[in-house]
């Protein structure tokens, strides 16, 4: 399956810990979004990242949240410190090394914090 | 940040009906705008996308930009129980460096 994968599918930490959620793009597609969606909510874009590049990060908490997309290995989304009001579907997206192209989806990673 | 609004819904119509979704956006430099269909606890998928004013057909959609009025719509002919999903209308900034969305539409066709 060439999709894009994200990992983990689940993942509960407790308030304080530090939350890693990892993207690899579609096979040729050098471009990651991260969006977060809260229960009900729309998408909310987060950031745009090219290897080794943030491209775009407006959409980014300014505190305890980072991304990252190294020349090797997956996109991270790391979330340090984590606070209930971090519970939300998280989702990559990849697209071709182009703007404005089509963007595909992950499954997701479901975050809890307890 | 800039805007695509969608009427939340529900939108409900009659299995074999024409659906029909809008959506406008704030960024008039915006280029290029999709639609997406999400299932509740799933993640979004792309159905259609559209660049140039008018229409774009493919299959039972029918995706419809006007620029000059900032809008898009989708259409979905012969609607299905199995098209009952949320829609999601998505738009890049003029720079292309972020796709924004809309909250979505909910449709429910009844069979």
């Known amino acids: 399956n060439a999709g894009v994968m994200q990992n983990p599918r689940h993942l509960v930490r407790r308030r304080g810990q530090e939350a890693r959620l990892r993207c690899s793009p579609m096979?040729?597609?050098?471009?990651v979004y991260w969006y977060r969606q809260l229960p009900e909510e729309g998408l909310k874009f987060m950031v745009y990242?090219?290897?080794?590049?943030?491209?775009?990060e407006s959409g980014m908490p300014k505190e305890r949240f980072s991304a990252e997309f190294p020349k090797e290995g997956p996109s991270i989304l790391r979330i340090q410190q984590v606070v209930r009001g971090d519970s939300a579907a998280y989702f990559c997206?990849?697209?071709?090394?182009?703007?404005?192209?089509?963007?595909?989806f992950g499954q997701g990673t479901r975050l809890t914090v307890v | 940040q800039k805007e695509v609004e969608q009427n939340s819904g529900p939108l409900s119509v009659p299995e074999g009906a024409i659906a029909s979704l809008n959506c406008t956006y704030s960024?008039?430099?915006?280029?290029?705008f999709f639609w997406y269909r999400q299932y509740s606890g799933k993640s979004p998928e792309l159905i259609m996308s559209?660049?140039?004013?008018g229409d774009k057909e493919d299959g039972r959609f029918t995706a419809q930009l006007n620029k000059a009025s900032q809008y898009v719509s989708l259409l979905i002919r012969d609607s299905q129980p199995s098209d009952s999903a949320t829609y999601l209308c998505?738009?890049?900034?003029?720079?292309?460096?972020?796709?924004?969305f809309g909250k979505g539409t909910t449709l429910s066709v009844s069979s």
């Open positions: 997206a990849s697209s071709p090394p182009r703007t404005h192209a089509e963007a595909f």
């Open positions: 096979k040729g597609h050098s471009h």
């Open positions: 990242l090219q290897k080794e590049n943030i491209i775009d």
């Open positions: 960024d008039r430099g915006s280029q290029s």
């Open positions: 559209i660049y140039s004013n």
């Open positions: 998505a738009a890049y900034n003029q720079a292309g460096t972020a796709l924004i």
